[in-house]
């Protein structure tokens, strides 16, 4: 019996189909480098200008920024700390700049990492592309802090004298 042989076999040919809706092709990266942009493509400027709504510059008034700056907070319901730090309203300065005033460097850091957001925010929401937000830390003098007996009673002295002349007719004293 012999064996038939079988016909050569060529090899299968794979296409390879694109989509292409009209002349829609994506960026090359190539082009861009060598400064060859698509007319039709808007400037960088000019997608700024749109998005950011450059020119808006409603009114607003203090009453209005509490409300949406409360607003903002709402949003701030997981981070108790930054929620504490914004808990100040900012003072509307001309111009449409915001000055909020806080205790130390920490909590720039934790205003300096939420400001686009935060700015951004306010622009929309105020109607307002010309909004700025400053931080100025200003530091709180505080007391001297009253350790022993004595220093107490001798605060509670320059609150109410008349404790002195209490103390003298009884006999009082600081037990030991």
Known sequence: MVNPVAPPTTPSVKKIARRTIGNISTPSIK??????LEENQLSAKEQHQ????EDE???????QLKV?????????????????TLSNLPELKEDYQLVLE????????????IKP????WLRIELKNSFIQLNTVITEKVKGRIIYTDAE?????IK??????LLRKKFNLDFGQ
């Open 31 to 36: 082009n861009a480098l060598e400064g060859k």
């Open 50 to 53: 749109i998005y950011s709504k």
């Open 57 to 63: 510059k409603e009114h607003f008034t203090v009453e």
């Open 68 to 84: 949406k700056w409360d607003a903002f907070l709402k949003r701030l319901d997981d981070r108790p700390n930054l929620q504490s």
């Open 102 to 113: 806080i205790e130390n460097t920490v909590q720039e850091d934790l205003i300096s990492n």
């Open 117 to 120: 957001e935060l700015v951004s």
């Open 152 to 156: 107490k009673y001798d605060e509670l």
């Open 159 to 164: 609150e109410n004298p008349s404790l002195a």
